[in-house]
């Protein structure tokens, strides 16, 4: 069992930055990957960017330009800095950890990030 627990979001104005953190614990060393989904108000999860063990950092086209996720795992942690915000990047964003054998997908409750135009 992996547990997941964002922080860092909140209100900011349109043109800000954020950065949102994500711990993992219990058997986080079965982790692999880790990355960030988004869920706007009235619309559908989305993929917005992953980082695996050994790999480039992947992002979703639409982010790819202000988003920067990145990793620590000597803390268990992963990053999403986000730039440049704007209205439509609110969101609630939900963190995720792929694992080795069991290949299971543990879920973040997700925390809001709102921006204000």
């Known amino acids: 069992q992996v547990q997941l627990v964002e922080s860092g979001g909140g209100l900011v104005q349109a043109g800000g930055s954020l950065r949102l953190s994500c711990v993992a614990s219990?058997?986080?060393?079965?982790?692999?990957?880790m990355g960030w989904y988004r869920q706007a108000p009235r619309n559908r999860r989305e993929w917005v960017a992953s980082?695996?063990?050994?790999?480039?950092?992947r992002y979703e086209d639409s982010v790819k330009e202000r988003f920067t996720i990145s990793r620590d795992d000597a803390e268990n942690t992963v990053y999403l800095q986000i730039n440049s915000l704007k209205p439509e990047d609110t969101a609630n964003y939900f963190c995720?950890?792929?694992?080795?054998?069991?290949?299971?997908?543990?879920w973040g409750k997700g925390i809001l990030v709102t921006v204000s135009s």
């Open positions: 980082i695996a063990t050994g790999s480039r950092p």
């Open positions: 219990g058997s986080a060393y079965s982790i692999y990957a």
């Open positions: 995720y950890a792929d694992t080795r054998g069991s290949a299971m997908r543990y």
